[in-house]
């Protein structure tokens, strides 16, 4: 059974950074392109950014720059590191297997300006 778990998400202020963390089971993260998304209030789940098996990565044009995702293949996890948060940025923020329906519960992510 495959299991995914967010975490890191928390309140900081405009400006700050946090990292976010997916941590998988019953896969083995390094052989698939994994996906960040996030769910901001009033809007529909967006993409945020991807990293396929070889290392390639993506991201939407309102994170590119301050975001970045990256892999951990001997701890099985998919980080994404967010610099200079703005409050826009506020949401639920969800991993993904691409192509797979395997999502994790999220973790909430609250910027204050």
């Known amino acids: 059974q495959v299991k995914l778990v967010e975490s890191g998400g928390g309140l900081v202020q405009s400006g700050g950074s946090l990292r976010l963390t997916c941590a998988g089971s019953g896969v083995v993260f390094s052989d698939y392109t994994m996906a960040w998304h996030r769910r901001v209030p009033g809007k529909k789940l967006e993409f945020v950014a991807v990293i396929t098996s070889r290392g390639a990565t993506n991201y939407a044009d309102s994170v590119k720059d301050r975001f970045t995702i990256s892999r951990d293949n001997d701890k099985n996890t998919v980080i994404l590191q967010i610099d200079n948060l703005e409050p826009a940025d506020t949401g639920v923020y969800f991993c993904?297997?691409?192509?797979?329906?395997?999502w994790g519960q999220g973790t909430q992510v609250t910027v204050s300006s």
């Open positions: 993904n297997r691409v192509g797979y329906q395997d």
